[in-house]
């Protein structure tokens, strides 16, 4: 299953890019592929920018806004104003629902 | 709040020789219970936990591998039960109660966490070599050229599912490609269903409520039997549109037309409203009015709902959901706004202060 297309925010840096792969290890969705010597994206709306790639890449090479895509955090972000708030706890705040 | 932490399973009390206490990798009656349970309530999902520590399998040594995981304790069990037959070590990250994939996007499944966690539990002192496995839906949260750079240990992303661990370990560590990847089946979508069903409810209890007032109000007062007359086909709409949004949708998801989610539920729940209104009795919704509200307002409410899906999934993106709500909370609002005036302009009509 595949979400909505040409929305993703994820970039990459192939002049930064040293092929070691740590991104196609972390990824989910097989969004990146070998490509000779570094990197490249095969299919971007595949990503659910959830950063996996970005945060191991100890290059540099990768950018994507991450979070989660949880419409009821988007929602109580709104309402509360400031950052989305998923009410899944964690933050020792009362829960509400999602994962 | 005053979380429970749960007793671990420790069948004798079995501890190894550093003093790390042994869990058994069979479930008891009590930890399938628990299960179910927490796929039920959220107030038992949001307090089911496990000490955060480390644990031993088997007769776990210095070489044996290190396997990390939250500590929710769902998380711990289905990662204990796949480790029958194997000597490992489990290290309990403190996330609060929180899984896997949602911690690590809160970061409390995390870098600094882990580190700490290393040395909390002598990890170095416990094993002879310096690797951790961590499961993949972990990475989110954790750099782990960070962790390799403080603790020295290299950090290893295992399977994203706690079932493939075997054959991981099996191959020296080695996931294949299968092994990376998120599945959505309809299993795993019909076991989250309930966390979206039972939210729903409240509104629901609410929607009732309304639907008995407005229904019920008459010039004389409110009126049982008018109340349940001219109610009923609306609490029958309404029921069909809740269990369309958080239930048919979720289940139906990869065969239901078009990405978006609330396309998708305005879909399920405009032909699940549509086939009701044709088979209810032609007195049961009379009024044009009536019959145009249930059309706009139950599709309209089964999109809503089936939107909140996307933060069960595995497959949806901030950006995505971002670019939904754009576009369909102004509709829903507008919806919602229309369906007042039908639901007024059907009880002039009732009154009989026609227009």
Same mark, same amino acid.
């Given at each position: 299953?595949?979400?909505?297309?040409?929305?993703?925010?994820?970039?990459?840096?192939?002049?930064?890019?040293?092929?070691?792969?740590?991104?196609?290890?972390?990824?989910?969705?097989?969004?990146?592929?070998?490509? /000779?010597?570094?990197?490249?994206?095969?299919?971007?709306?595949?990503?659910?920018?959830?950063?996996?790639?970005?945060?191991?890449?100890?290059?540099?090479?990768?950018?994507?806004?991450?979070?989660?895509?949880?419409?009821?955090?988007?929602?109580?972000?709104?309402?509360? /104003? /400031?950052?989305?708030?998923? /009410?899944?706890?964690?933050?020792?705040?009362?829960?509400?629902?999602?994962? | 709040?005053?979380?429970?932490?749960? #007793?671990?399973?420790?069948?004798?009390?079995?501890?190894?020789?550093?003093?790390?206490?042994?869990?058994?990798?069979?479930?008891?009656?009590?930890?399938?219970?628990?299960?179910?349970?927490?796929?039920?309530?959220?107030?038992?999902?949001?307090?089911?936990?496990?000490?955060?520590?480390?644990?031993?399998?088997?007769?776990? #040594?210095?070489?044996?591998?290190?396997?990390?995981?939250?500590?929710?304790?769902?998380?711990?069990?289905? &990662?204990?039960?796949?480790?029958?037959?194997? #000597?490992?070590?489990?290290?309990?990250?403190?996330?609060?109660?929180?899984?896997?994939?949602?911690?690590?996007?809160?970061? *409390?499944?995390?870098?600094?966490?882990?580190?700490?966690?290393? =040395?909390?539990?002598?990890?170095?002192?416990?094993?002879?070599?310096?690797?951790?496995?961590?499961?993949?839906?972990?990475?989110?949260?954790?750099?782990?050229?960070?962790?390799?750079?403080?603790?020295?240990? %290299?950090?290893?992303?295992?399977?994203?599912?706690?079932? #493939?661990?075997?054959?991981?370990?099996?191959?020296?560590?080695?996931?294949?490609?299968?092994? =990376?990847?998120? %599945?959505?089946?309809?299993?795993?979508?019909?076991?989250?269903?309930?966390?979206?069903?039972?939210?729903?409810?409240?509104?629901?209890?609410?929607?009732?409520?309304?639907?008995?007032?407005?229904?019920?109000?008459?010039?004389?007062?409110?009126?049982?039997?008018?109340?349940?007359?001219?109610? &009923?086909?609306?609490?029958?709409?309404?029921?069909?549109?809740? &269990?369309?949004? *958080?239930?048919?949708?979720?289940?139906?998801?990869?065969?239901?037309?078009?990405? %978006?989610?609330?396309?998708?539920?305005?879909?399920?729940?405009?032909?699940?409203?549509?086939?009701?209104?044709?088979?209810?009795?032609?007195?049961?919704?009379?009024?044009?009015?009536?019959?145009?509200?249930?059309? &706009?307002?139950?599709?309209?409410?089964? %999109?809503?709902?089936?939107?909140?899906?996307?933060?069960?999934?595995?497959?949806?993106?901030?950006?995505?959901?971002?670019?939904?709500?754009?576009?369909?909370?102004?509709?829903?609002?507008?919806?919602?706004?229309?369906?007042?005036?039908?639901?007024?302009?059907?009880?002039?009509?009732?009154?009989?202060?026609?227009?």
């Amino acid at each position: 299953m595949k979400y909505l297309a040409n929305v993703v925010t994820l970039e990459l840096f192939p002049e930064r890019c040293s092929g070691c792969g740590r991104c196609l290890e972390v990824c989910p969705r097989e969004v990146f592929a070998k490509n /000779g010597k570094t990197v490249r994206i095969v299919d971007r709306d595949s990503c659910i920018e959830c950063g996996a790639c970005m945060m191991n890449c100890s290059f540099g090479a990768i950018r994507v806004n991450s979070g989660v895509g949880c419409a009821a955090a988007l929602i109580n972000g709104l309402i509360r /104003g /400031g950052e989305p708030q998923c /009410g899944c706890g964690g933050n020792e705040e009362r829960g509400e629902s999602c994962c | 709040m005053a979380v429970e932490l749960f #007793d671990l399973p420790g069948g004798s009390g079995r501890s190894t020789a550093e003093n790390v206490t042994v869990v058994p990798t069979e479930w008891s009656r009590q930890d399938a219970w628990g299960r179910l349970r927490c796929r039920l309530f959220n107030s038992v999902r949001m307090n089911y936990r496990v000490k955060p520590g480390i644990y031993a399998v088997g007769a776990a #040594d210095g070489r044996s591998p290190v396997l990390v995981t939250a500590n929710y304790k769902l998380s711990f069990d289905l &990662l204990r039960r796949e480790l029958s037959g194997f #000597d490992a070590w489990i290290v309990v990250l403190d996330t609060r109660g929180i899984n896997v994939w949602c911690a690590a996007g809160k970061g *409390t499944f995390g870098t600094e966490e882990l580190i700490r966690r290393i =040395r909390a539990t002598r990890l170095p002192e416990i094993v002879e070599h310096r690797r951790v496995i961590l499961p993949q839906l972990g990475a989110p949260g954790v750099q782990a050229h960070v962790v390799k750079e403080h603790t020295g240990f %290299s950090v290893d992303y295992g399977p994203v599912y706690a079932r #493939d661990l075997p054959a991981y370990l099996r191959a020296g560590c080695r996931a294949t490609a299968q092994m =990376r990847k998120v %599945s959505f089946d309809f299993r795993e979508r019909l076991e989250l269903t309930p966390m979206e069903i039972v939210p729903a409810l409240k509104g629901f209890g609410i929607f009732l409520a309304a639907v008995f007032v407005l229904f019920g109000l008459q010039p004389e007062g409110i009126l049982f039997h008018s109340a349940f007359n001219n109610g &009923l086909p609306v609490a029958i709409l309404g029921t069909a549109a809740l &269990l369309s949004g *958080t239930f048919l949708t979720p289940l139906l998801l990869p065969w239901i037309p078009f990405r %978006s989610f609330a396309v998708k539920g305005f879909l399920a729940g405009g032909i699940a409203t549509a086939v009701l209104v044709f088979l209810l009795p032609a007195k049961a919704l009379q009024s044009a009015y009536l019959q145009a509200f249930a059309l &706009l307002f139950f599709p309209a409410a089964s %999109s809503y709902l089936a939107l909140q899906f996307t933060g069960s999934t595995t497959f949806t993106s901030i950006s995505g959901v971002k670019k939904e709500l754009k576009i369909a909370l102004p509709l829903y609002v507008a919806a919602g706004a229309i369906a007042l005036v039908l639901l007024v302009l059907y009880k002039l009509q009732d009154w009989g202060i026609g227009i």
